[in-house]
């Protein structure tokens, strides 16, 4: 499940136990200011996450060392336990999901972009031509089902019985919505376009299945509305780390242009750059997230 650049046993190893310790006290003591070799744990390691690397490098002296993730849930166990020193895959929702199941305090420090929920259909070319009885199948793990939930309630084809953060199909008004709703593994989603009218695809396996957001989708959220700033990716780091003058400062190349334009040519155009939030700011709406999901489980 795990893979890096430069193999490392005694490392995958370690990495395997702090996945085991969700929950538990985040491993380590602050790192010290003056270093400058830093762990990042990305998911799905591409082109852009080895540029990043490689400018951080060439240009400011850091050693970067990737390890890549293949499953979502493994990152930030891993950070919390003290084997990464940073992790960049994650938005501000899903950080929250994990905080609030774990008990860790995992925290943002920098933004890095915003990408669409799109809605596809191989029936339909607008919402408008939904019909009654129609189904849509929506990834099934709680961020991207909240998320996805509430992009076909913008689009106007599901109502809910009550405003919440993350809803879930329960908290679906079924006799006021036009479709119906089918949740599915999030990897299964595209497949499901065979047997359905619609479906909420993640942009990663909507890229994997050569799916273009914007020439094939018919829906997607809009990354300037407020609703949308839980969505905003970052770079994550321990309570202690917040403050770390070179974890910034690798952060922050994220919005060097040569990052930028490798992320708008694998989004075909849709990764929206965000470098206009402070960490504060990502951190207030990461506590108001969090906050949500404890009102929404009362």
Same mark, same amino acid.
């Given at each position: 499940?795990?893979?890096?650049?430069?193999?490392?046993?005694?490392?995958?190893?370690?990495?395997?136990?702090?996945?085991?310790?969700?929950?538990?006290?985040?491993?380590?003591?602050?790192?010290?200011?003056?270093?400058?070799?830093?762990?990042?744990?990305?998911?799905?390691?591409?082109?852009?996450?080895?540029?990043?690397?490689?400018?951080?490098?060439?240009?400011?002296?850091?050693?970067?060392?990737?390890?890549?993730?293949?499953?979502?849930?493994?990152?930030?166990?891993?950070?919390?336990?003290? /084997?990464? @020193?940073?992790?960049?895959?994650?938005?501000?929702?899903?950080?929250?999901?994990?905080?609030?199941?774990?008990?860790?305090?995992?925290?943002?420090?920098?933004?890095?972009?915003?990408?669409?929920?799109?809605?596809?259909?191989?029936?339909?070319? !607008?919402?408008?031509?939904?019909?009654?009885? !129609?189904?849509?199948?929506? &990834?099934?793990?709680?961020?991207?089902?909240?998320?996805?939930?509430?992009?076909?309630?913008?689009?106007?084809?599901?109502?809910?019985?009550?405003?919440?953060?993350?809803?879930?199909?329960?908290?679906? @008004?079924?006799?006021?919505?036009?479709?119906?709703?089918?949740?599915?593994?999030?990897?299964?989603?595209?497949?499901?376009?065979?047997?359905?009218?619609?479906?909420?695809?993640?942009?990663?396996?909507?890229?994997?299945?050569?799916?273009?957001?914007?020439?094939?989708?018919?829906?997607? @959220? !809009? &990354?300037?509305?407020?609703?949308?700033?839980?969505?905003?990716?970052?770079?994550?780091?321990?309570?202690?780390?917040?403050?770390?003058?070179?974890?910034?400062?690798?952060?922050?190349?994220?919005? /060097?242009?040569?990052?930028? @334009?490798?992320?708008?040519?694998?989004?075909?155009?849709?990764?929206?750059?965000?470098?206009?939030?402070?960490?504060?700011?990502?951190?207030?709406?990461?506590?108001?997230?969090?906050?949500?999901?404890?009102?929404? /489980?009362?």
């Amino acid at each position: 499940m795990i893979t890096r650049t430069t193999t490392s046993t005694a490392l995958i190893a370690a990495l395997a136990l702090g996945i085991t310790a969700c929950g538990q006290e985040e491993g380590g003591d602050a790192i010290p200011e003056d270093q400058t070799s830093f762990t990042i744990g990305v998911a799905n390691e591409h082109e852009a996450h080895r540029e990043l690397a490689r400018i951080a490098e060439e240009e400011y002296g850091y050693d970067i060392e990737l390890v890549n993730f293949t499953a979502y849930p493994e990152p930030n166990p891993a950070l919390a336990a003290g /084997d990464l @020193d940073a992790n960049w895959f994650q938005h501000i929702a899903f950080l929250a999901e994990h905080n609030e199941a774990s008990g860790d305090n995992l925290l943002p420090i920098a933004p890095t972009e915003i990408v669409p929920l799109t809605l596809y259909s191989n029936h339909y070319s !607008d919402v408008s031509e939904f019909e009654e009885g !129609d189904t849509i199948a929506i &990834p099934n793990d709680p961020v991207n089902q909240g998320r996805a939930i509430n992009v076909l309630v913008a689009a106007g084809l599901v109502e809910l019985a009550e405003e919440i953060a993350q809803p879930e199909t329960r908290h679906v @008004d079924e006799a006021s919505s036009t479709v119906e709703l089918q949740s599915v593994d999030a990897a299964q989603t595209v497949n499901a376009l065979q047997s359905v009218e619609g479906s909420v695809i993640n942009n990663n396996f909507a890229q994997d299945a050569d799916l273009d957001p914007l020439a094939d989708g018919i829906y997607a @959220d !809009d &990354p300037s509305d407020p609703s949308a700033f839980p969505y905003i990716n970052a770079f994550v780091v321990r309570e202690a780390d917040v403050e770390h003058e070179a974890l910034q400062e690798i952060a922050s190349l994220y919005h /060097d242009q040569r990052v930028l @334009d490798i992320m708008d040519e694998r989004s075909n155009g849709t990764s929206v750059p965000v470098g206009d939030v402070t960490s504060e700011e990502l951190q207030e709406a990461l506590t108001d997230y969090e906050e949500a999901l404890q009102e929404s /489980d009362e």
